[in-house]
């Protein structure tokens, strides 16, 4: 019992540790400086109109980080920002 009540809380504490998917991808309208490697398009979408450029952003790093991408560059928004495409980098 003892155990399992340890095993619970651990569990816990560490899924407070773990940031959103996407949180480190930086996002901007330019080409990334330095060394980066092109890992893909990404297109990020929203479900409402109200927030949606903001939940376009966080879908679209989202995605861009399950190609373990750290930077993305904006190439399109539709209207009302509902969608948002943009190409994935790797930076070292």
Do not use: W
């Amino acid at each position: 019992m003892r155990k399992t009540v340890c095993l619970l809380f651990l569990g816990l504490a560490l899924s407070q540790c773990q940031s959103a998917p996407g949180a480190s991808v930086q996002v901007s309208n330019h080409y990334p400086l330095g060394e980066c490697q092109e890992v893909g398009q990404v297109i990020g979408t929203a479900n409402t109109q109200k927030g949606a450029r903001d939940q376009a952003l966080a879908d679209l790093k989202a995605k861009a980080s399950y190609l373990d991408a750290n930077y993305v560059r904006i190439m399109a928004e539709t209207a009302y920002s509902r969608a948002i495409r943009g190409m994935a980098y790797q930076c070292h």
